[in-house]
């Protein structure tokens, strides 16, 4: 067992002066930091960090563990995971903004952006916009060609077979979740500002929402010392690793880094609390669902809404429940995990990150969201109901281990 270092802090972004937190917001943060630790011991994670913001207020930041199994130095706000396809939601909010600035059109075909790239016949190469890649709307098969990224070859080297894909369904048609074909976006993105990728995000989001830590690339990772390792799991528990460069040559996709206190900022940004940076148009077509997702929500919280479905948008995942919409984005690369989820409606942000490959959102992020969007009564009564079939399922394993 890992010991553990646990740091907690009350904290204000954004020059906003410090407000106490009400009632409520205190037991849904408590509540929550006790949900994160419980799962953070209990699943032996090394490191990993949770913050909570509700609109331009940062409520808590909490730390748990170290940056790197079995050395001393423990995980702080400021210290930086990569992001893997969280990295989706600052590709979306970039495009969009181009767009919006008229340096870009959406509506265009991909090939007119990225040099080089030929599909399978012409009608493809001209249905195949810009907004359909963003929106994960493509209708190829899902996950294209990610073994060979994974076999670390480089999208020049694989743009060749691109022209081999025939859709799955009518361009536009159909969610078809890809990395590899999201990643061409970063040439997009690139030859309508003129600028590098990474410091086109810079100039538009990090050094204007302050997100001091935040970068893009390997290199970055590296050259920073407050960094969380990647962990594998052994014989002998959590190990730390060298981060791969794999997916880190699809930015757009999975190219960014960031400290819980960088992504509380830029929830703040997604809540309205930044319109000189985030104009309330960008978060307007940013909250637009694109495409359904088939696979109904599944967490308890959902169960008690009429309506409930799931939709990707433009680089962020949505679930429309009743009149209302959660905006959220998880990844999972070469040992990190990260998740952050924002709702307009009830002002509440989350982030979770960790150094290892192990899911704690579907729990920790379930009970906050149990929290903030259910009815008290129906959240109990699902909870106990919950507790009720842990014990049944408890007592049947027993008797079998008898």
Request: glycine share 6%; with cysteine.
């Amino acid at each position: 067992m890992f010991k553990r270092i646990v740091g907690g802090c009350l904290l204000w972004c954004l020059a906003m002066p410090l407000v106490a937190a009400t009632a409520q917001q205190e037991t849904i943060v408590a509540h929550t930091k006790a949900k994160f630790d419980e799962q953070m011991d209990k699943l032996n994670i090394p490191g990993g960090a949770l913050a909570i913001v509700w609109r331009d207020q940062l409520l808590a930041i909490h730390t748990v563990g170290v940056r790197q199994a079995g050395q001393p130095d423990a995980v702080n706000a400021d210290t930086v995971f990569r992001l893997a396809s969280v990295s989706k939601t600052f590709a979306g909010n970039i495009m969009v903004q181009l767009a919006q600035e008229q340096r870009l059109d959406l509506q265009a075909p991909l090939t007119r952006y990225v040099p080089g790239l030929v599909l399978r016949t012409p009608q493809l190469e001209q249905q195949l916009t810009l907004e359909q890649v963003l929106a994960q709307r493509s209708g190829y098969w899902s996950h294209a060609f990610e073994d060979l990224l994974e076999a670390d070859q480089t999208p020049e080297q694989i743009k060749p077979r691109i022209q081999e894909l025939s859709p799955v369904c009518p361009v536009g048609q159909c969610y078809s979740y890809q990395n590899v074909l999201f990643g061409f976006l970063t040439k997009a993105a690139e030859q309508s500002s003129g600028l590098p990728y990474e410091e086109l995000l810079a100039e538009k989001i990090f050094r204007p929402l302050g997100m001091a830590t935040a970068s893009v690339g390997l290199v970055q990772l590296l050259a920073n010392p407050n960094r969380a390792w990647p962990h594998q799991r052994g014989g002998r528990g959590w190990t730390s690793m060298k981060p791969k460069a794999n997916f880190y040559r699809v930015p757009t996709a999975a190219g960014v880094n960031a400290s819980a206190r960088d992504l509380a900022v830029y929830l703040q940004a997604m809540l309205g609390a930044a319109p000189q940076v985030f104009r309330p148009e960008l978060l307007q077509a940013l909250q637009q669902p694109q495409v359904r997702v088939p696979n109904r929500p599944r967490w308890p919280i959902w169960q008690q809404f009429s309506e409930v479905s799931a939709w990707y948008g433009l680089g962020w995942r949505v679930v429309q429940y009743d009149e209302h919409k959660l905006f959220y984005h998880a990844g999972v690369v070469d040992g990190y995990r990260p998740y952050i989820a924002y709702s307009p409606s009830t002002g509440y942000g989350i982030v979770l990150l960790t150094n290892a490959e192990v899911d704690i959102a579907g729990t920790v992020a379930a009970n906050f969201w149990q929290d903030v969007l259910g009815d008290p009564e129906k959240t109990a009564q699902q909870r106990r109901a919950a507790e009720k079939q842990l014990q049944k399922t408890s007592k049947k394993r027993s008797r079998r281990a008898r």
